[in-house]
């Protein structure tokens, strides 16, 4: 049974581009986690909730679980953990805030000898090249990624470097890739994996059912980053094919999903090209986790489900003095004056780790 093995069956079901049995997975493990006590599950548990918001476009769902699982690692002297973090910062495409992050996590998996970590950091380099459209950059940190073969991770690098190789004119590197994670995905028949090797086509062949597919694949995937990426790489094709009108609809498409998600970096390029269309792109949303820390944010969800400062403490290991000092300052900055006020402020909406 999976739940004896719950760390290799969070890597199969990655394998396997099945991000509901992540989901399952994941929803067992926090149950597990809080009944047991065990710093260890719960640690996994948390970490495992960050992963699966991030790579579903959660943000702030992310950000409180890693809050929690740092609070919890200060409190029992456990070891940082950094792939839930890296997950994120890539995702979300704050340059100088992730090159820091995978600089401090290369460092530690060099010290430590851990490729998975070194596998996750070429991934978070390359998923951010590719936001950030320096696709040289994304290139050398995906070939890295996927020289790990034996790791479930390389997987994760294909598409990113097919992308990469697309865009700086390695078709060859680009078709071997697409091979690669064609094999993967179809193995699984996951719609997920189906989906994203289906734009991966799209980039190396330029035929338009490709991006079609992708898109009919990925609307029942609960991965908006992918869906996402998908109407963006459909929008720039049909503007580089010269069909204004209809890419505009894609392009637009892919920017409202990713500045409602707060992906700041793929938001940008999608606002790049709509506005190379001729066409301005709506501001990006204004999220609450962006005015917050991530431990005020973590505080300010629980207190948002009704959670008391004593219960809050003692979930976080502080004191109930510290939460009424934090809620101070979340006040202040969100200019509200009472904890009812939380429940109607986006992105605090109670999430798996409740």
């Not at 495992?48 to 679980?65: E, H, M, N, P, T």
Request: hydrophobic letters at 45%; a negative charge; proline letters at 3%.
């Amino acid at each position: 049974m999976w739940i004896h093995r719950p760390a290799l069956a969070v890597v199969v079901a990655a394998d396997l581009w099945d991000p509901h049995a992540h989901a399952a997975i994941i929803e067992w493990l926090v149950k597990a986690g809080r009944e047991s006590a065990s710093p260890l599950v719960l640690r996994l548990a948390l970490a495992q909730v960050a992963s699966g918001a991030a790579l579903i476009g959660d943000v702030g769902q992310a950000i409180a679980a890693i809050a929690e699982e740092e609070a919890l690692a200060d409190a029992t002297g456990g070891p940082p953990v950094y792939y839930h973090r890296l997950q994120l910062v890539a995702i979300r495409g704050r340059r100088q805030e992730a090159l820091d992050l995978i600089e401090t996590a290369t460092t530690a998996a060099t010290t430590h000898g851990t490729g998975q970590l070194v596998a996750n950091a070429h991934w978070a380099a390359a998923v951010l090249n590719n936001g950030l459209a320096d696709y040289p950059a994304a290139l050398i940190a995906a070939r890295q990624g996927t020289a790990y073969d034996d790791l479930f991770l390389s997987g994760f690098c294909l598409p990113e470097l097919v992308e990469a190789a697309v865009r700086c004119g390695e078709y060859d590197e680009a078709a071997t890739a697409l091979e690669a994670l064609t094999e993967r995905t179809e193995a699984s028949g996951t719609a997920t994996g189906l989906g994203i090797a289906a734009y991966a086509r799209g980039l190396v062949t330029g035929v338009e059912d490709h991006y079609r597919e992708a898109l009919e694949h990925l609307e029942e995937s609960p991965l908006l980053p992918s869906r996402a990426r998908a109407h963006l790489l459909y929008g720039e094709w049909l503007r580089r094919e010269g069909r204004r009108k209809d890419c505009r609809v894609h392009l637009r498409t892919a920017h409202e999903l990713l500045s409602g998600a707060g992906l700041e970096a793929f938001a940008r390029r999608a606002a790049d090209e709509l506005r190379a269309t001729g066409e301005k792109a709506r501001n990006q949303s204004t999220h609450t986790y962006n005015q917050l820390t991530m431990q005020e944010v973590h505080i300010a969800r629980l207190v948002a489900t009704g959670a008391t400062s004593n219960e809050v403490a003692a979930r976080l290991f502080i004191s109930p003095r510290t939460v009424e000092a934090h809620l101070r300052n979340i006040f202040r900055k969100l200019g509200i004056t009472s904890r009812r006020q939380l429940r109607d402020q986006p992105d605090l909406s109670p999430g798996q780790t409740s």
